[in-house]
């Protein structure tokens, strides 16, 4: 298993923006593909951005497509997601990923998770 770590969270206004990283570390890296989950209080847990392990594929739930951007920088273990134009109803735990399976939208598919990071929008 990959072991991850969280971090670039914090409280920002409506429209503005904040990058989360994740920093892995285990070996083949590249090999995992990778997602960013999050759980708002009294939700479920709702998938928001996944890559290949090459990169060369991602996936953006609906509600963040436009303006959320994951990408990855392989040889720093590192898997980033770019959020703008923030709304309030961005806000949430943010959770990264990891899978050994090829990327999937679907939280069981992966077994390796960070411990999380708070995103919080105010209007």
């Known amino acids: 298993q990959v072991q991850l770590v969280e971090s670039g969270g914090g409280l920002v206004q409506a429209f503005g923006s904040l990058r989360l990283s994740c920093v892995a570390s285990?070996?083949?890296?590249?090999?995992?593909?990778l997602g960013w989950f999050r759980q708002a209080p009294g939700q479920e847990r709702e998938f928001v951005a996944g890559i290949g392990g090459s990169g060369g594929r991602t996936i953006y739930a609906d509600s963040v497509k436009g303006r959320f951007t994951i990408s990855r920088d392989n040889p720093r273990n590192t898997v980033y997601l770019q959020m703008n134009s923030l709304k309030p109803e961005d806000t949430a735990v943010y959770y990264c990923?990891?899978?050994?399976?090829?990327?999937?939208?679907?939280?069981?598919?992966?077994?390796?998770w960070g411990q999380g990071t708070q995103v919080t929008v105010s209007s």
């Open positions: 990923a990891a899978a050994q399976a090829a990327l999937s939208t679907n939280s069981r598919m992966y077994g390796s």
């Open positions: 285990g070996r083949t890296f590249s090999w995992y593909a």
